[in-house]
């Protein structure tokens, strides 16, 4: 199982890439076809012409990392296409892409939050709460 950071962003090369290339050939389509730099930390997925296999690419510190996978039977879904070279998509899309679960007809559920961010309390709201709580602790 492929384990990411929350903040690993993950980008699909949407046109077919030969599987022939290794690492500094996929790197080259990063910086050429997807106009990304490879060493930003982000996970890049390339596919082959049949969809049966899909490459990984990614970079962690120092070096890279290269994960290959080749399906017995079936394809891997075709991602909605937008015109583009390269897709943006989830690390929860990622992986139902590799368990073989059409992303397109997933959906969350309503009210569900993508990201959350919580604002940090002032150092005069931390204080007003430290009084609060004393005085009513008398």
């Known amino acids: 199982m492929l384990s990411l950071p929350a903040r690993t962003r993950v ?3 949407t046109s077919a ?3 022939r290339k ?3 050939g996929l790197v080259a389509v990063v910086r050429g076809e997807l106009e990304c730099d490879p060493l930003d930390g982000s996970l890049f997925a390339f596919f082959n012409r049949r969809r049966d296999r899909i490459k990984l690419l990614l970079w962690d ?3 890279f990392w290269l994960f290959y996978k080749r399906l017995e039977r079936g394809t891997f879904e075709r991602l909605r296409d937008v015109g583009s070279t390269r897709l943006q998509i989830t690390r929860g899309e990622l ?4 368990d073989g679960i059409d ?3 997933s959906k969350k559920r309503k009210h569900f939050a993508e990201e959350v961010h919580i604002a940090r309390a002032t150092r005069r709201d ?3 709460d430290q009084n609060e ?3 009513l602790a008398r």
């Open 11 to 13: 980008y699909v090369c």
């Open 17 to 19: 890439v030969d599987f």
């Open 22 to 24: 290794q690492h500094d």
């Open 61 to 63: 510190a120092n070096g």
């Open 95 to 98: 992986s139902m892409l590799l």
């Open 103 to 105: 992303v397109g007809k």
């Open 126 to 128: 931390s204080d007003v």
């Open 133 to 135: 709580n004393h005085r």
